[in-house]
């Protein structure tokens, strides 16, 4: 008796234990990416080191290990480089000086100095207080300025077209408020703006819509065409070796690499159908094809075709719930088969549906690899929602947070820069995710009380 | 058991035992019915009327074929791809295959009640509503009046007319076999078909169906499928007796279950074989 009960008590720890690190893994893994992607908006202090042999360096720390820090230092047009490793030892003096300024640039990546002086359009060059409550008017809007003069620490000069500066702050003379607005703001500016040439600078938004806009264009596609099959699948054809042949096809459906399906997309939408379209209703604009290229359409049809078995497989799995007593029971008091499906075991079945949909949704937000070969785009600053007709612009190439974070990783010309950008960008993909997850969940939390309030009424 | 051990029962093969219903004409009107699961025979020449306005019961061994003659009388097995049927059920002089005959309409017609409670995840209101509603009544104050009659035809009225639209599956097992024989009673059935009705239910809720079956029969013709002897003794009027897909015996219930003709009869009924 000790032993079975000592037997079952292991089993108890081993199988709570499991559970555990699997939380752990997943708490880790959102944590890690989650505050390396945000710390990288939080204005640091930047640090003035002076060295044994006299040179000056700026800079913000960045890790690196007992005897030698990593710095940020930024200057990438000075010095080649925006990071650098300094032996501890022979750092002589570290302070940090007030008037250190850090500017994000849209070209050529943050600079880290001195202002010395600002030029306003007319030609007037102010220096010291009058050129920072200049230069703070002209960032708020309220004057305009021609361009900066920056002193690097070590006294180089870097003149810039005030048009070039994306932010500025002197960040050894903010407080923890001023701090944090900042990095709100760093973290709106992130949400809201187009991203720069280089792909470093400025935001994500049009990543952001991008995935937004395809993944709901494929639920729209994927919905209807997967609960139609699952209906006629489970409730119309007759049960059989075919239909058990078409099962299993659709489940190993599920299980094709995603690249084929891009690969498939790339083949028939794209080149067939696309082609197809752009000889009857684009040809004045052949040979440069207009739907016979990548886009939002043929991407949003290719991942609805990459999840249809995951809706399918769902909704069968719903409808087979459905106790057969209750069709009898509507079929007896005279409805036809139709209505039994319509009134009895659709809205049964209804949150099942909802729930392949939101299993759908999880899998297209993360898929990257066929997006690449049927519409995806390094840099599409503009969205491809506007005013002009038809305002849904299908055709047009767009961006997408899952390739962004590749393309910012392993493409960018400076991925050691880039690489806040990652995490920050990867914490955005699982955020998009889990508000389309949520998104769907309230759907179906809806729905199913709107059933209960018919049933009501 | 076998068949060679009851003679006299060989003797009723191919010759029907009639009944003679002397107070009453014939509702369902069967010819030769058989059919086949898959090719497996489930009824076999089956023939037999069924009264108007009184209370038939099927009774017989498990697997005998009750059920599956009282689902022939509406059509149920259409539903089910291998199912074989020969010969004929009329309905009011009326074949129920014929081409020109409307399924649903049938079935509204001949009302089911299954072994289980099978009330919808609906209210109690809506469930009576849901057959009302498929005929395309809509007036509020139409719906409203059937469903009060239903409901108290079914005797559930006074238990329920404070909480209609609560949750039908808040019921107890006994409540809701009644609110399903409401939902069949709204549509106005002619015919009334109960399989088992009681089995899943306690002897106070069974007692209650009972007395409703009693009841009811002024209003429309019942068939009841039961496993339990006294049952069938108590609520109906004619009472066949099925094995092994056969109809062995079909008498008014007094003379089944007091003088019963056959052997076999006797023999089940008394509890000596099953």
């Not at chain 1, 800079?59 to 490793?85: C, H, K, S």
């Not at chain 1, 849904?392 to 899952?402: A, I, P, R, T, Y």
């Not at chain 2, 059919?35 to 306005?53: E, Q």
Request: hydrophobic share 45%.
């Amino acid at each position: 008796m000790r032993w079975r009960l000592g037997r079952d008590s292991l089993w108890r720890w081993l199988s709570g234990a499991c559970v555990a690190l699997s939380l752990l893994a997943v708490v880790a893994l959102l944590a890690l990416i989650a505050v390396r992607g945000l710390a990288h908006f939080w204005p640091a202090d930047i640090e003035r080191l002076t060295l044994e042999n006299g040179q000056q360096v700026a800079g913000i720390p960045r890790g690196g290990e007992a005897e030698t820090r990593r710095y940020f230092t930024a200057n990438r047009d000075l010095d080649g480089q925006v990071w650098r490793w300094i032996a501890v030892d022979s750092i002589v003096e570290r302070e940090t000086p007030a008037s250190l300024v850090y500017v994000q640039r849209r070209d050529w990546g943050p600079f880290i100095g001195r202002l010395a002086a600002v030029t306003t359009p007319a030609g007037e060059r102010l220096r010291g207080d009058a050129a920072e409550s200049r230069l703070h008017q002209a960032l708020a809007g309220d004057a305009e300025l021609a361009t900066l003069s920056l002193h690097n620490v070590e006294g180089r000069d870097v003149t810039l077209p005030f048009a070039q500066v994306q932010s500025l702050a002197w960040p050894n003379r903010m407080h923890v408020g001023d701090k944090l607005l900042a990095w709100v703001d760093g973290v709106w500016r992130f949400l809201s703006e187009a991203p720069g040439d280089g792909r470093v600078e400025g935001g994500v938004w049009p990543a952001i819509f991008g995935t937004l806009l395809m993944v709901i264009l494929m639920s729209l596609v994927v919905t209807p065409f997967g609960v139609l099959a699952a209906l006629y699948l489970n409730e119309v054809a007759r049960q059989g070796p075919v239909t058990r042949l078409v099962r299993i096809a659709v489940r190993n459906l599920a299980g094709v690499p995603s690249i084929v399906y891009g690969v498939f997309g790339l083949g028939v939408f794209v080149y067939g159908l696309g082609g197809q379209i752009d000889r009857w209703f684009y040809a004045e604009a052949l040979p440069s094809p207009t739907f016979g290229t990548g886009g939002l359409l043929w991407a949003s049809l290719t991942l609805a075709l990459l999840t249809l078995p995951v809706v399918i497989v769902a909704t069968e799995e719903g409808l087979a719930r459905v106790p057969g007593t209750l069709r009898e029971g509507s079929l007896a008091l005279g409805a036809t088969r139709f209505e039994t499906l319509k009134r009895v075991v659709v809205p049964m079945a209804l949150p099942s549906m909802l729930t392949g949909v939101i299993l759908a949704v999880a899998r297209a937000a993360g898929e990257v690899a066929p997006l690449m070969l049927v519409g995806v785009a390094k840099l599409a600053p503009e969205i491809p929602l506007d005013g002009e007709f038809p305002f849904l612009h299908l055709e047009s190439k767009f961006m997408h947070l899952g390739y962004h974070v590749f393309d910012l990783g392993f493409a960018s010309r400076d991925a050691e820069a880039a690489m806040p950008l990652v995490f920050a960008t990867a914490t955005l993909l699982v955020a998009v995710i889990v508000v389309l997850n949520l998104t769907a969940i309230l759907l179906r939390h809806h729905l199913r009380a709107r059933h209960r309030a018919l049933e009501r009424s | 058991m076998s068949a060679a051990s009851f003679p006299s029962g060989e003797a009723v093969r191919g010759s029907p035992p009639v009944v003679d219903f002397s107070s009453a004409s014939s509702c369902f009107d069967i010819e030769n019915l058989s059919l086949a699961y898959d090719d497996k025979p489930a009824l076999s020449d089956l023939t037999l009327k069924v009264p108007r306005h009184r209370v038939t019961a099927f009774i017989g061994p498990s697997g005998c074929g009750k059920s599956t003659l009282l689902r022939a009388l509406n059509r149920l097995h259409d539903l089910n791809d291998q199912v074989t049927r020969t010969g004929r059920i009329r309905l009011e002089g009326q074949d129920i295959h014929a081409r020109e005959v409307d399924v649903a309409e049938l079935r509204r017609r001949v009302g089911m009640v299954f072994q289980a409670p099978n009330p919808f995840p609906m209210s109690i209101y809506e469930n009576v509503a849901y057959g009302l509603r498929l005929q395309g009544i809509r007036r509020k104050r139409e719906l409203d009046e059937i469903i009060e009659w239903a409901l108290l035809s079914a005797a559930l009225w006074d238990e329920v007319k404070t909480n209609l639209h609560a949750s039908a599956w808040t019921l107890s097992g006994g409540q809701q076999q009644r609110l399903v024989i409401a939902r069949t009673l709204a549509v106005r059935p002619d015919v009334l078909l109960l399989d088992e009705p009681a089995s899943a239910l306690d002897p106070i809720s069974t007692l209650k169906i009972e007395e409703l079956i009693r009841g009811l029969k002024s209003q429309l013709t019942l068939v009841l499928v039961t496993h339990n002897m006294q049952q069938a003794a108590r609520v109906s009027d004619y009472t066949a007796f099925l094995h092994g897909g056969e109809l062995v015996e079909y008498a008014p219930t007094d003379t089944l279950f007091t003088n019963p003709r056959l052997r076999r009869t006797e023999d089940y009924i008394t509890g000596r074989v099953g």
